[in-house]
């Protein structure tokens, strides 16, 4: 937007921006004269939901998301219909019931017509309705009585109260505010007083049977989860005990224990029989009188070979147990046993170093090996049956290992639903006991009369006036199109402005006289522009020797006549030999540079012979609106213009507009400048556009004068 333009305009129709706020603000200020006074009165609910000396558990943690949606909850309950409508209940009322203390004094048709003993029943109603919290509507004129136009005309229906009844909340107070402002102080606090008290008393009673319902609710989903958990926990029970397993996973690991000792007992009995038996054959090979000499020098060997054999069975017995008694655990022990056999043999046969042993000696110990060898066989026997027993009950009890993991992770699953549950019962339930509790902090009282608002209303009134103003001013200067300065026109056309020729005043005088009055601003301001216009054209027409300017423009009426007799008196004041084509347009003369009408341009032609005069030559070129070339052909135009530029230092001719596009086509032909004049104030249309790329496109076209500009 152009600001300047805007501006421009807003100066223009300065006395409108500045009467029409007087105006408003005078009128104002006598209809506020007679304002009845305000009054204001504010109460406080106060919530309990943030306060902690309000909480009965006062470590609790406050939900700032929670608290914030249950204020929100809060205040439109306060705004909401059945609220409004138990506040107008209590005013009608109380209106009714004393009618001496009235808080207005109302002109209702309804009222009036109401007899004593009809307002007694709509006392009734009304109390009724109060008591069950119920809304009114339109459908309350179908009764004996039309109450829903009976509160509307008191004032107390649904819009009644507006923006007077103000109800806020300041973030992170504990308190909702109500405020109330009328022209009665008592109504004031009456409303306020009245809409906390049954604010409280409704929100209160929905809390509470919202939450019983959803605590019976919550009671009859625990009672069915408890039942749940019972039923899986049974379930788990029966089949341990139907399957003689009541802790399969302590019995399984008591099985494993003894598995385990028995297989280590195992071990030891063959053991002993392996390491009897070696001695058993070393002694049988003394008593059939064996030497040193075939045990071979690796006694000394044996004994560390032993100890390494003995560890490594160790080792593999523990491993053997460790992995389940796996098939090559076992064969690594037994080779590892038959390696220590083999050993213990030659290790004993090593020792026996005294060939004189006692064969009695030697009888009685074997006797003893043999005993001790048949006892660890049957001890080994023993624990084989019992080992077998074991792994067989162990093995029996794999299959029902699933089935009570499942059986037992249903049951956990019932029981941990039901306690959580259970906690949300808890919960619900403590909620109703400690919950919050509603109370009025502040009960509203009558006040002073609020500051008067006159003077802002005054203020408002004229701000609003002027800006009212600007935007009339703004809506007509957009959709204004006119063209008023060389801005928009350059705009507008898309190219370049020579100049501009403000709008001349008071009577028409020739050229002579505006030139030479100085008493009229207008014309000396035309003076000014005409010799910047003259400027330009030289330099244009100095570039390339150029002599023939033609001055056209869009319609007839836009100045262009005027413009080409006063650029050929400009040129002519600076000694330049002129000659102005142009139509009829009689001037007086003047004592040099004078314009004089005799001349005619068809004559000229057919001749070929012009009398020059002294500094200005005008010839007319009237033809009727004729075609030029129907006349002429074109070659004797163009001998005709060329004797007329060794004659003149200038030839001006005044173009027909570019509505007459036949005609002012074939004289632009012949010109070697071309100047467009547009008059100011005009718009450019639709079909003007393509007159306007017509000029443009020409080669020797300037650009585009504004004419009759407003000083």
Known sequence: ?????????????????????????????????????????????????????????????????????????????????????????????????????????????????????????????????????????????????????????????????????????????????????????????????????????????????????????????????????IQKNADLADFKKNKGVLNLTGESTNLNGQITNLEIDKTTQQKVIDGSTAQLLIIARKLNGGSDADLGNNGRSSSTDIINLQNQLRIASNTLVDNGFKPADQRRVDSLRRLLSSKSSQNNDDNVIDPRINKTALLTQKTNLELGISQARASLQAINSQLNSLKAQYKGMVPYDADIAQKQNDADFATKDYQTFLVTYNQNKTDINTGFHLTIEQYGLPGAPEPSKRAIILAGSGIGSVVLCLAFLFVIFVSDNSINDVRHLEKAVKSKAVGTLNMITGKEKNIRDIWDDNEDKTYAVYRDLLRSLRFEISNKLDEDDSKILGITSLINGEGKTLIAHSLAYAFAMTGKKILLIADDFPMAKSESTELVTGQNFQTFLVKKEIQTEDLITVMNKNMAQNSLLEMHNIKSLKIGFEVLRKEFDIIIIDVNSLHNLNIAKEWLLFTEKNIAVFEAGRTIKENDLAFVKYIKEQPGFIGWILNKFKV
């Open 1 to 229: 937007m152009d600001i300047k333009a805007f501006l421009k305009v807003i100066s223009r129709y300065k006395w409108i921006v500045i009467l029409v706020p007087i105006i408003v603000v005078t009128i104002t200020y006598f209809l506020v004269q007679n304002l009845p006074k305000q009054y204001s009165s504010e109460s406080q609910i106060a919530t309990g939901l943030l306060d902690p000396s309000k909480k009965v558990i006062s470590s609790e943690t406050v939900d700032l998301f929670k608290t914030s949606q249950q204020f929100n909850t809060m205040m439109e309950k306060l705004k909401s219909k059945k609220l409004i409508n138990l506040l107008a209940y209590n005013l009608i009322i109380h209106e009714l019931e004393n009618p001496q203390k009235a808080f207005k004094k109302y002109k209702s048709e309804q009222l009036d017509s109401l007899r004593p003993e009809n307002k007694v029943q709509v006392i009734k109603i009304l109390k009724r309705k109060l008591d069950n919290s119920e809304i009114l509507t339109v459908l309350d004129n179908n009764g004996p009585f039309r109450l829903y136009d009976l509160v509307e005309s008191m004032g107390y229906g649904e819009n009644g109260f507006g923006k007077a009844l103000d109800i806020s909340h300041t973030e992170n107070s504990d308190d909702i505010n109500i405020k109330y402002t009328s022209p009665n102080p008592d109504l004031s606090a009456y409303v306020v007083n009245t809409l906390a008290s049954e604010f409280i008393s409704s929100y209160s009673t929905d809390v509470n049977t919202n939450q019983n319902r959803s605590l019976t609710q919550l009671d009859s989903v625990l009672k069915s989860k408890e039942a749940v958990m």
